[in-house]
């Protein structure tokens, strides 16, 4: 039905009203129907490709009662930008490229001042990292990767071109409501400091996605340090 609808713009016109979505509750419903429950964003679609990665997400939208759809395949990419293009006020948004919704009310994101540590800590020096008041108070960061770059990236993997390798736009957001934060903004300079900002970045990488070697090596490493360091 969805390669249908890429292909065919009258299919498409057919199908659309009674296309079925499932949501991270296993609930089935139309996109009229999922605009029109508890919690829904207006114009906003929220979606997961994966409920195990993307599983402190998921959990983060369901604690707002936001619903999530699932869209795990390949071709599902390709089918929600023909949605978007033909669908007034309608814009999907992977569950971890955006803060919006599990920000606590009134809380904006901004740079934070912790930019250099973090950059330092993860290694890139192009890394965003900004702060906002999240409503889970328990996570220290969240790491978001924008849905164009990363939309880029999948439409050059569906088309084949396996050398180009297109940058992914990330935002690390570090939680100011989250005690450990709180504790690294009164003392950036110590290497303690320095191995807890490293572990925070790591975590939230392992959030987005699995680890190279050497993150693992790096994660388990700085884990082992910061266990010794216990008296």
Request: net charge negative; hydrophobic share 35%; proline share 2%.
């Amino acid at each position: 039905v969805e390669y249908g609808c890429i292909k065919d713009k009258k299919f498409y016109d057919r199908m659309k009203d009674i296309v079925l979505f499932k949501t991270t509750d296993g609930e089935f419903v139309t996109l009229s129907e999922y605009k029109k429950k508890d919690g829904a964003c207006e114009g906003k679609i929220y979606y997961a490709t994966d409920l195990t990665q993307q599983s402190v997400y998921v959990q983060l939208y369901k604690d707002q009662g936001i619903p999530v759809i699932v869209l795990d395949q390949l071709i599902d990419s390709q089918f929600i930008n023909i949605i978007e293009l033909n669908e007034e006020n309608t814009t999907f948004q992977r569950i971890d490229s955006v803060t919006d919704e599990i920000r606590k009310e009134g809380s904006e994101e901004e740079t934070s001042s912790l930019s250099d540590l973090f950059g330092d800590a993860s290694g890139k020096s192009d890394l965003t990292v900004k702060e906002a008041e999240l409503k889970d108070t328990s996570i220290p960061a969240i790491l978001n990767i924008t849905e164009k770059s990363r939309r880029m990236n999948e439409l050059a993997a569906i088309y084949g071109m396996k050398d180009v390798h297109l940058p992914l736009e990330e935002i690390l957001t570090l939680n100011t409501a989250n005690p450990i934060v709180q504790k690294l903004a009164t003392d950036k300079e110590s290497d303690t400091a320095k191995a807890i900002a490293r572990q925070i970045y790591l975590l939230a990488v392992l959030n987005q996605r699995q680890f190279t070697a050497e993150e693992l090596k790096t994660f388990l490493e700085g884990s082992y340090d910061l266990l010794g360091k216990i008296q």
